[in-house]
């Protein structure tokens, strides 16, 4: 477990490698939120964050969407991915639930660009279909905000993991 302080006095490099690591393969947002430290406190920290992936150009919001890997997914994905995924109930698919996720992962995909995303935490695999099936039909900036937005629960969520009483366990 680490302070805010010792956050606050880690190398670039490391920072950026830990707290990266909350954005699907998108360090960018941790390098961009470097220049803003020291961080007051965890949520401070957070919040810095949360605006330099909302404020960043679409060409690099999109390339944060596209890194999430498809749900249920039987391709290898990070070990965060995984266990979320997990909880879920999406690595315990039947036949029929695999066939219908990877239909509604394909459409979503060619419709928007971007792979379907959810924060899948405390979410049964019924509801994060429902969810595909309802989202499909949002206009293609809408849903772009809805994933964005999906994205910041899930960031918050693995930051949660990494942080307690304004400590951070990173590693």
Known sequence: MY?????NNMQKAAFINEIGRVFEHSP?????????????DKQGMENVLLRVMWEAEEDLQLS?????????????????????QKQAGLNDLSEEEFSLLSFLNRKYTDQFGFPFIMAVKGK??????????????QSAEKEKTTALKEVEKIALFR?????????????
Request: hydrophobic share 40%.
């Open 159 to 171: 930051l949660n993991e990494l942080a307690a009483d304004n400590r951070i366990r990173l590693g």
């Open 124 to 137: 049964t695999k019924i509801e994060i279909i429902s969810s595909m099936q309802r989202r499909i039909h």
């Open 64 to 84: 944060l969407l596209r890194a999430h890997p498809d749900l249920g997914t039987k391709l290898e994905v990070t070990a965060s991915s995984l266990a979320e």
């Open 28 to 40: 960018w947002v941790a390098e961009r939120s470097w220049k803003e430290h020291p961080f007051e």
């Open 3 to 7: 302070s805010i302080d010792q956050i």
